[in-house]
Nanobody, 125 residues
Framework: VQLQASGGGLVQAGDSLRLSCVAS????????MGWFRQAPGQEREFVGG????????YYVDSLKGRFTISRDITKNTVYLQMNRLTPEDTALYYC???????????????????WGQGTLVTVSS
């Protein structure tokens, strides 16, 4: 599975942005797709994820209500809709995929087998 993330850019505080992650290769219902982000000098941080089969979503508590993850099976694409962006959201955003990840491990980067190259989001104040 190869992942291609896109949609990053420079926006102003309060703006919205939607990131996309296209998966090429075979995915199956036991895959989980995750979004992570990494700010300069910081560790990679879990944002949220979605089960490929069923579409159940989950988020880190601090981003609930502001970020939304969805998927389009026909396009093999996962989206991260980000609203009311703040400068603290500035980071390199990665999508990741992995099979049979248990719920308690969805926030652990090493749980994922495949990673996209990252797309940069910069939010100016």
């Amino acid at each position: 599975v190869q992942l291609q993330a896109s949609g990053g850019g420079l926006v102003q505080a309060g703006d919205s942005l939607r990131l996309s992650c296209v998966a090429s290769g075979r995915t199956s219902n036991d895959y989980r797709m995750g979004w992570f982000r990494q700010a300069p000098g910081q560790e990679r941080e879990f944002v949220g994820g979605i089960r490929w089969g069923g579409g159940n979503t989950y988020y880190v508590d601090s981003l609930k209500g502001r970020f939304t993850i969805s998927r389009d099976i026909t396009k093999n694409t996962v989206y991260l809709q980000m609203n009311r962006l703040t400068p603290e959201d500035t980071a390199l955003y990665y999508c990741a995929a992995g099979r049979r990840i248990i719920q308690s491990q969805v926030g652990v980067p090493s749980s994922y087998d495949y990673w996209g190259q990252g797309t940069l989001v910069t939010v100016s104040s």
